[in-house]
């Protein structure tokens, strides 16, 4: 069998399109990857922070406590609960309005 010049071309295009869209698939798949690790990095970031504030205030944590501070994937309600710090006396305090 014999292949012509416009089966040579198909299939270099072919082969180029796979290329190029394995290289855009990747690097955009890549990027979507780092900003998901970037944002649960961060929040995982804040909630240390706070269970860090607690110990630094002398406030016991509970395991079920410590467990639901880093469980949560909130950020808002992180930052709500660090802003609380200075209206509480226990860490049961700081679920009160949750």
Do not use: C
Not at 41 to 47: M, N, Q, S, V
Not at 61 to 73: N, P, Y
């Amino acid at each position: 069998m014999y292949r012509t010049i416009a089966d040579e071309l198909r299939d270099e295009g072919f082969q180029e399109g796979l290329k190029l869209g394995f290289a855009e698939g990747f690097a955009e798949g890549f990027a979507e990857g780092f900003a998901a690790g970037f944002e649960r990095g961060y929040i995982e970031g804040i909630a240390l922070a706070l269970l860090k504030e607690l110990r630094h205030r002398a406030m016991p944590v509970s395991e079920d406590q410590r467990r639901r501070i880093l469980r949560t994937r909130d950020e808002h309600v992180l930052r709500g609960w660090f802003a609380r710090l200075d209206m509480i006396t226990s860490a049961d305090e700081l679920f009160d309005a949750n």
